[in-house]
């Protein structure tokens, strides 16, 4: 029943995923895309935010600037930007279906900097989805888009932000985490506004895409992040000694 359950949760996150780039690209059509990282980011900063002052936590602390942290909001700021520039300049299809290579990546990154070992079927599916990956742009054929390349880019970044994660102090709780790391996509929100011709004010409709978004993302990070945490914590109690 709980593998049911968290089944349904995970098929439902990833549905919170599709209609958050869905209602993005709504938006993006008459709106810049700074300006879109500008009401995401203050918006989710505010909102775990405020949930991590309610258990106790400070929205703003040392922890940061700690190394970890710095390196996951660099990721966050390059994955973020590069994934809304993304699929506002190709099919939204094109776009999640490259965005799908980020665990494949963080597989990587963990056997390159944390030394984890893998199997010849992890090996396996790894250069099979890079492989896929490489049908998808198709370079140097007839259908090769350039613009295909942010979503690579957003993959590996989103990947390092993903790495960075398992570094970060455990006195950090996730939800600063999670508030800190929309509130690093601000300034690059204020940096592509700098490039546009500026602001434009947002009709009611806009607002109404732009909070329903952020709210399927928490959820799905939520989701995610205790879906995990069950499994682990299933795992670990399997080889428990009795």
Known sequence: MENLRGALLMILSMAGFAGEDAFIKLVAEHMPIGEILIYLGLGGAIGFGALAMRKGYCMIGRGFFHPAMLMRAGGEIIGTSAYVWSFTAISLSLAS????????????GAILFYSERVGWRRWFAIILGLTGVVIILRPGLEGFRPEAIWGVVAALALAIRDLATRSVPRN??????????????????????????????????????????????????????????????????????F
């Open 97 to 108: 279906a490259l965005l799908q290579a980020v665990p494949l990546f963080v597989t990587l």
């Open 172 to 241: 950090i709780h996730p939800l600063q985490i999670a508030s800190w790391g929309f509130l690093a996509v601000v300034p690059a929100g204020v940096f592509l506004m700098a490039l546009s011709d500026g602001f434009v004010r947002p009709t009611g409709a806009d607002f109404a895409l732009l909070p329903d978004a952020m709210t399927f993302l928490g959820g799905a990070i939520v989701v995610a992040a205790g879906l995990y945490t069950l499994i682990r914590e299933r795992q670990m109690l399997r080889k428990a000694p």
